[in-house]
């Protein structure tokens, strides 16, 4: 990371300098797997010291220091020394104190978001060079409720609005010709809760369609956000299951820093929505459920998108299922009797938990069309 500042002389109104910040994004440029800069080594950074299963030992030292990086420390203590000895009264010191120790914890927030998102963003990448006709990456999301629009609409008709929910699967195939091909499906809800058991009669329902398009298919590998309804115990495990029944095999379940892995997922919903806009400009009104499926399917439709209107599942998972700091793990691979989960991909060997320790639910939740 680089920060430079510029300091500008006192102003009549002023009794402390202005510091104008800027910041540069280098942690995501130079982060690499091996380093001599402990700030740019992602096997040094993301290493739990208090578990040996995601710990991951450097065969270097950690002696250089990035310059750039080193600024974020002296700037601070410049700040603090020229506030120390401004004419502010102590009402106001303690504020900005607090100010500049909230902007330095952001600051290094922001960094380590950085080098998090960009260390789990090389699953990705790894994911799709190892695809091919029989395996698939799905990248799950909630797209935005679509708000209820009409060609002409009053002031009146735009307040006490309900949003309708719907949910975009991109799957990510290679095809013969070595050529990366995506397929979308889109399940769109009356209404529903976004929650675990949705989830997984949406996985169940794209399994099914994906092994009817594709006979070939063996293995799939899902990649979501951190949602609670993806980033839980009951999703974790249930999902081989899942797979089990449409004849499928889940290699892998890997999960993105925030804002840093669900491109595909909002690239297809900017290319519905503009789609929608198209289909509404032309005098139709969209309000329901069923008029946005008519909108995605107007005008020949939108390549690649497979849209649907469902159901949410009425039986409900009666079945709990505990796991003691499942909230911090990223990545998932699973093997044929076990579970091997790691809080940062690649780093360490990761931890094994075995499937006996579940208790999976005897039935599935399904979606109706």
Partial sequence: MFLSYTHYP???????????????????????????VPDHCRAYALSDPGDQDYLLDCDHDHEDRCDRCSQLASVVAEIKETLEASNCSNDTKDELSFVIVQSKQNINAWKSHLLRSGNQDECRLDILKQLHETSVLIVLDWAMKYLPRKFRESQTDWFAKRGIPWHIAVALIRGTDSQMEMMTFVHIFHSCNKDSRTVLAILNDVFR?????????QSVYLRQDNAGCYHCSLSFVTARQVAEVNGLRVARMDFSD???GKGPCDRKAATI???IAVYLNSGHDIETASQILEAI?????????HAMIYSPPTSPLRTLIKW??????????????????WKTYKIGRGKLVLYSKFNCPSELSSLSK
Avoid at 325 to 335: A, H, K, L, P, T
């Fill in 324 to 341: 003691e700091g499942v909230s911090f793990i990223s990545n998932i691979q699973y093997d044929e009797e076990c579970l091997r989960v």
């Fill in 258 to 260: 925030a804002q840093g």
């Fill in 209 to 217: 369609r994906l092994k009817g398009v594709m006979p070939q298919l």
């Fill in 273 to 275: 929505k503009s789609h």
């Fill in 10 to 36: 006192k102003k009549q109104h002023l009794t402390v300098p202005f510091f104008k910040l800027t910041i540069y994004s280098f942690p995501k440029v130079h982060a690499s797997m091996c380093s001599s």
């Fill in 297 to 305: 399917n107007s005008f020949d439709g939108v390549a690649g998108v």
